[in-house]
């Protein structure tokens, strides 16, 4: 098991091109292309995992299904994000029984039996400096999820957000946060709010 530190950043859509030429300038590079993603998220039927996320409880987990470039793929990974006091990690495994999963839900030992709520779409850009990674998300947009009914997505208000991921501490000594505003983010969370707004789930916009 390898524990990562993930920080987050808000990025204001008018200030996206601004922020990729700051890191470039700092001898970032492009590692991989660009590519569309699909996340679809499992949560029990009254949502404890958000619930958790929202009051920051630990151990807590986000358990979700990616697919790049087309939501109909085929190749399919199933992933299960980790907070506990010792650190995050993640597991990410390939699947062939997404089927199943979506139409059955998922048991989770600790939440119980897990269906799939919400689809978050989004495109993602890749750059890495020595052991710093980051990763720049935009168009971020969410559907409820819905096996029969065609989806609806809802595009996120007003910006979008990049991640910098690395194992230590010691790995960001160089990198200039003071430049930057680090913010508690999370995709799942946003998605639950904006397409629950006149629910009791709704919380303040992290």
């Known amino acids: 098991m390898s524990f990562r530190i993930e920080k987050k950043i808000a990025i204001y859509k008018n200030n996206i091109s601004n922020f990729r030429n700051y890191i470039l300038e700092d001898n970032f590079s492009v590692t991989f292309p660009n590519r569309e993603i699909f996340s679809i998220y499992f949560d029990t ?25 087309d939501l109909n793929s085929e190749e399919v990974f199933f992933e299960i994000k980790v907070s506990s006091v010792e650190g995050r990690y993640k597991t990410v495994n390939k699947i062939n029984n997404h089927k199943k999963l979506l139409d059955l839900g998922y048991f989770d030992h600790n939440y119980g039996l897990c269906y799939p709520k919400i689809i978050v779409k989004y495109n993602r850009s890749y750059y890495k400096k020595k ?48 430049q930057i505003q680090i913010v508690r983010n999370s995709k799942y969370c946003n998605g639950i709010n904006e397409l629950f707004k006149n629910s009791a789930l709704y919380t303040e916009p992290f």
């Open 131 to 178: 052991n710093v990674r980051i990763t720049l998300d935009k168009n971020i947009a969410f559907s409820k999820y819905h096996k029969h009914n065609r989806l609806m997505f809802n595009a996120y208000n007003d910006y979008d957000c990049a991640e910098i991921k690395c194992n230590k501490l010691e790995d960001l000594e160089n990198f200039d946060l003071d």
């Open 45 to 69: 039927n009254d949502f404890q995992m958000f619930r958790d996320s929202v009051e920051g409880i630990v151990p807590r987990k986000k358990i979700r299904m990616r697919k790049y470039n």
